[in-house]
């Protein structure tokens, strides 16, 4: 099953970065990083099958720094928010030296 | 899933089935995901997503993994997103979004190029003197247990980087609340 | 031959191992002591520099002399100046003690030292093998292993006799003619380390090494011509001076590329065992001796690099004495008489260094007739006697040549030491009255024999030595010369060879005929010095002539000394006819060194006749004479008038004045053109357009071009550097998954 699961994580990484290029909503845009985050969990796991249990390790760390990722990231956000009234990305250029 | 019996490529076709199925739910969730206007709804359809790719980690015989993904992703940072979108109170969906429908196709277009690549470097690129006998996991998780075989590298091999994972989530923790914080408050009191 | 060479490169062989020549590395290092001695008095005395310091209050410019026209301009300046006060006192360095000690003092040593070594060699009996000391390894380079080594033969031993004897005795003389001088132990900071060069260049066991002695003589020469350096005149006679030596290094380089391209060898003793290997007279020795004769027409002025060593007087009179007449000029001749073996097997190279000398000597002779500035006079009359060393060492009478180079030493010094005399009073006779006119001059001079009895005797002796009146020194070098070269005119190589179609005899006819007229223009121009400086009347002033007055006895008594060497210097080297004493003692002496050579020249020729020989001397004698005479009775110092009120020359006196225009044609041809094309294509094209405008300018519009567009993708759009981002991925990937 190997090679299917490596399909199916292709796609949903790809749906992933499609998503990131096309959605403006910073909220959304992050769910698309975490559904690239899982695509390549999907990865991990179908090869710690094949390779060996380290790829589930390394799915957990993954899986933290998600969870570190979204705790930071989402405050980000509220934070942004409260400054601007808005969480549209077209609207945010704070990244401009 | 205990295949042991089975000779590797001569799966059940319940299996193989069962396989195809989450995986297709997986993305059709995922493409209804992104085209949802309402985050409430993508949101959602993305536990949807989250939930199948547990079902497939299960089938690939890496059941704590899918059960770690449901408590932690489906459950806690979806749960944390939806949240923040009810606090914002982003939930009707903003008009315009999305980009415009030229962004939409050269993305849509990325998309296929960058599966395209993909499946170029897998086909050409997956080890095959390295990999392990047909249903080794499976019965190593039969013999052990299937949390021995993660905890086992985890806490040998891993156990550094494991111990520092504590450290980024504490800083994780400090950095939201730092964030999440109002502003002025943290002066007043 | 060889097999006495290698004998003594093995140690413990030598006669001289164990003698005081094993301290020979002594003899330059005490310059170099003096050297760090006075250069560090000099620094400090900078750098201490208080409001009542003398070099602060008057300027570096005030100097006894500096080469005529500058000075005028810096009293000019100093007239003008806030204070108005002109009439300086004469405030001595504070650190001039300390540097008159040190200064000579080590010359002094060193002589001595040198002289104990001159005795051991006497005292070690024949001598066939140079004694070499090896300090260290320089350059061990694949198979090229230069040492850091001492030669010590009898023609270094010579070289550096007349080097620290000379030197010694113008360190002596430079202690009164500088003592106003504020930078007076920078002054004897630079000759002792040029002293130091130039005791390596006439010490040193191999090419590189003496290359390196006469480099640093070059720099020495460059540092001391602009010594009174804030005149921009004395400046820029020492760059045109390094700049025109530079020319000649280049050849010397090549000379020694080429030496250890084939002979693999760099060495004396290397090259004089390599040289056994090339074929006589072939492309590739000619070739290396006329790029080392390139070399040597730069440092030793010759056509047609002569052109600096007449405005290096504008240096202190001590240095146009030491560098530019008795030594540093003279390394051309002692490097050609040091590579006699590469000389005596490139017929064609001989034949050229003899005309190339001739020329020289003739051309610098005329030019010389005409020169109002004394030590101009001196200056062409060093350029011409040079010429003559040339013809000496180019026709294989290497003895000659160093002997004309030894007397020469003598005799020029003289005379430049004593015209440093004269400057030197004419200069404090005109500080006394505030008169600004030139000290150098001979329109300004006349009867000056009355104020300065012993510089006019000695300078008499001096300039019968270089007439060639029996039996002052020059009369026997010169004449050696000249008869060497009529010899082998007559049969020799180099007769035997032929330049441009014309056999070598005619060619050696030719320069003989050349050297007689120099030697009867040298005669008249010598005379026509003396007769303007000290006889006649008295052409400086009513006012300044009361305070002319004979320099003190630390000027004279070096004068003394150099007279009496003068006189007697010709019994170094006496010739067969004149048995005064020991005849050929020098000749004897550099036998080991040169005689081979000599008679490789020679190729089996018998003796000249008495009686040839005896025309030969009584027509020298005639035309030294017959020079003298004519400028005695045809100058008349009565009609003479001061520079002021001198009108212009005209027709050919006016083309001799001018120096026949040489450096005007060089301005034009060389000079001019080079700055035009540098100007032109090489600053504004090369360097202005395609370096800066393009290399350094170009670069930095692109650096701004890239660093523009990458500007543009920091929009601070998130979204956009998701594309990029995105870009990049499929970039990387895709170069993964074409290959």
């Known amino acids: ?97 | 899933m205990v295949v042991q019996d089975m000779p590797h490529g001569t799966l059940p076709l319940l299996y193989t089935f069962h396989f195809y199925l989450f995986g297709i739910i997986a993305i059709v969730s995922a493409l209804l995901f992104v085209t949802r206007k309402s985050p409430v709804a993508a949101a959602l359809w993305l536990v949807n997503t989250m939930f199948s790719l547990a079902a497939l980690y299960v089938m690939l015989d890496a059941q704590f993994i899918g059960v770690i993904q449901v408590l932690v992703y489906a459950g806690a940072i979806m749960v944390v997103f939806l949240f923040v979108i009810m606090l914002l109170n982003l939930g009707q969906g903003v008009v315009g979004d999305a980009r415009g429908l030229g962004w939409k196709l050269i993305a849509g277009a990325v998309g296929v190029a960058l599966l395209a690549q993909i499946f170029a470097l897998t086909r050409s690129r997956t080890p095959v003197n390295l990999t392990l006998p047909a249903g080794y996991t499976a019965q190593q998780v039969e013999r052990t247990g299937a949390i021995t075989p993660i905890a086992g590298p985890l806490f040998n091999e891993y156990l550094l980087a494991f111990e520092v994972t504590s450290v980024l989530l504490l800083a994780a923790i400090v950095g939201a609340v730092v964030l999440g914080k109002q502003r002025g408050e943290g002066d007043a009191g | ?739």
Request: aromatic share 12%; hydrophobic share 55%; charged share 10%.
């Open chain 1, 1 to 97: 099953m190997l090679a299917e699961a490596l399909f199916f994580s292709a796609v949903l990484f790809a749906i992933g970065v499609v998503g990131v290029l096309t959605r403006r909503n910073a909220i959304i845009v992050f769910m698309c990083v975490e559904l690239m985050l899982n695509a390549v969990n999907l990865t991990f796991v179908a090869f710690a099958q094949s390779y060996g249990a380290a790829g589930q390790v390394f799915v957990f760390f993954v899986m933290t720094v998600a969870a570190a990722e979204a705790a930071v990231g989402l405050a980000i956000i509220i934070a942004l928010f409260r400054h601007r009234q808005t969480v549209d990305l077209q609207n945010i250029n704070l990244l401009k030296g």
């Open chain 3, 1 to 739: 031959m060889i097999p006495l060479l290698q004998a003594a490169a093995t140690a413990g062989t030598h006669p001289l191992t164990g003698t005081i020549a094993e301290w020979v590395w002594l003899v330059p290092l005490l310059p170099l002591l003096g050297f760090v001695i006075n250069g560090a008095l000099s620094l400090a005395s900078v750098f201490h520099a208080g409001p009542g310091d003398p070099a602060l209050a008057h300027g570096e410019a005030h100097g006894v002399d500096d080469g005529g026209h500058g000075h005028a301009a810096a009293h000019d300046d100093d007239a003008h100046g806030a204070t108005g006060d002109d009439h300086h006192p004469v405030v001595r360095h504070r650190f001039a003690g300390v540097a008159s000690i040190v200064g000579p003092g080590v010359l002094i040593l060193s002589f001595l030292l040198a002289a104990a070594i001159f005795l051991a060699m006497r005292g070690a009996g024949e001598m066939t093998a140079p004694f070499i000391q090896r300090y260290f390894s320089w350059m061990p380079v694949g198979d090229m292993h230069i040492d850091a080594a001492f030669q010590l033969d009898q023609l270094s031993m010579m070289m550096t006799l007349v080097v620290t004897g000379v030197g010694m005795l113008i360190h002596l003389f430079s202690v009164g003619y500088m003592q106003d001088d504020p930078g007076y132990p920078r002054f004897f900071a630079y000759l002792n380390l040029f002293v130091f060069f130039m005791l390596v260049l006439v010490l040193a066991g191999n090419y590189p090494l003496l290359f390196i002695g006469w480099e640093g003589v070059g720099v020495c020469s460059y540092l001391l011509i602009g010594f009174w350096f804030s005149d921009k005149v004395n400046s820029d006679a020492g760059k045109k001076a390094f700049i025109v030596n530079r020319i000649g290094d280049v050849g010397f380089l090549i000379a020694m590329f080429m030496m250890f391209a084939n002979m693999h060898a760099l060495d004396f003793t290397g090259v004089r065992e390599g040289a056994a290997s090339l074929p006589f007279g072939g492309i590739v020795v000619t070739t290396i001796c006329l790029f080392l004769f390139l070399g040597c027409a730069g440092k030793s002025a010759q056509i047609p690099l002569y052109t600096w060593l007449p405005d290096a007087m504008a240096g202190p009179t001590p240095v146009s004495a030491l560098i530019h007449a008795a030594t540093m000029v003279t390394a051309g001749v002692y490097l050609i008489a040091r590579t006699n073996v590469l000389f005596s097997m490139a017929p064609v190279a001989q034949l050229v260094v003899v005309i190339i000398g001739a020329l020289t000597a003739i051309f610098a002779a005329s030019i010389g007739l005409k020169q109002w500035d004394i030590k101009k006079v001196l200056a062409y009359s060093t350029v011409s006697q040079l010429g003559y060393m040339f013809i000496g060492v180019g026709s294989g009478a290497y003895v000659s040549g160093l002997f004309h180079l030894v007397t020469h030493a003598f005799f020029k010094a003289l005379l430049f030491l004593g015209s440093g005399s004269v400057i030197f009073a004419m200069h404090r006779a005109y500080h006394h009255t505030d008169n600004h006119d030139d000290a150098q001059d001979m329109r300004n001079m006349g009867g000056l024999k009355q104020y300065m009895p012993v510089t006019f005797w000695l300078m008499w002796i001096a300039t019968l030595a270089i007439a060639g009146i029996p039996p002052f020194a020059g009369f026997f070098s010169k004449d050696e010369i000249l008869g060497g070269l009529f010899a082998r005119a007559q049969h020799s190589t180099i007769a035997s060879a032929s330049l441009f179609g014309i056999p070598g005899s005619g060619w050696l006819y030719f320069a003989y005929l050349l050297g007689l007229v120099a030697a009867f223009m040298t005669a008249t121009y010598m005379t026509r010095m003396m007769i303007y400086t000290f006889h006649g009347p008295n052409r400086t002033g009513e006012k300044e002539r009361g305070h002319l007055a004979e320099a003190p006895w630390i000027m004279t008594g070096p004068l003394v000394v150099l007279g009496i060497l003068s006189a007697i210097g010709g019994w170094l080297n006496l010739p067969e006819f004149a048995p005064l004493g020991r005849v050929g003692a020098l000749e004897h002496w550099l036998d080991p060194v040169v005689g081979e050579s000599t008679a490789r020249v020679m190729a089996g020729a018998g003796e000249t006749s008495a009686s040839l020989e005896y025309t030969l001397v009584g027509v020298a004698i005639l035309i030294a004479v017959g020079g003298i005479a004519l400028a005695w009775t045809r100058l008349k110092p009565e009609s003479l008038v001061p520079k002021r009120e001198a009108a212009p020359e005209e027709g050919f006196e006016k083309v001799l004045v001018n120096k026949y225009y040489v450096d005007e044609i060089y301005d034009k041809t060389i000079v001019e053109p080079v700055v035009g094309v540098s100007r032109g294509l090489l600053w504004r094209g090369i360097d202005a357009g395609l370096i800066d405008g393009v290399g350094v300018n170009g670069s930095a519009y692109l650096a701004r071009f890239v660093g523009w567009i990458g500007s543009q993708f920091q929009s601070g759009q998130l979204g956009t550097y998701a594309w990029v981002l995105v870009a990049g991925v499929l970039a990387v990937l895709g170069a993964f998954s074409i290959r």
